[in-house]
């Protein structure tokens, strides 16, 4: 799953074919925790997630960062087992 952490303006101008716009910690926290159903299904799935901005440098990085830290958290009392072992940043961004 691709996680596209530019603006709407952006994403709307252009943007990779079956990303999903994700331009805040809430808005993504609301997508993967707020549904107890999706939560199940992508975690039964396995699902990888790619986060990118335009150059991955500051939104991506602080939207997995973000991620990263609310499933450590989530899970502190059987870490290091998470939830979403597999997430990462698309080097290079969406340019």
Known sequence: MI????SEEEFAAGHIKGAMNMPSKNELFQFLFG???????LMAQGTIFIFHCEFSERRAPILYKSL???DRDINIEIYPKLYFPEIYIMQGGFS
């Open 68 to 70: 990263r830290e609310k």
């Open 35 to 41: 549904d107890r159903q999706r939560f199940n299904d």
């Open 3 to 6: 996680f596209d952490c530019r």
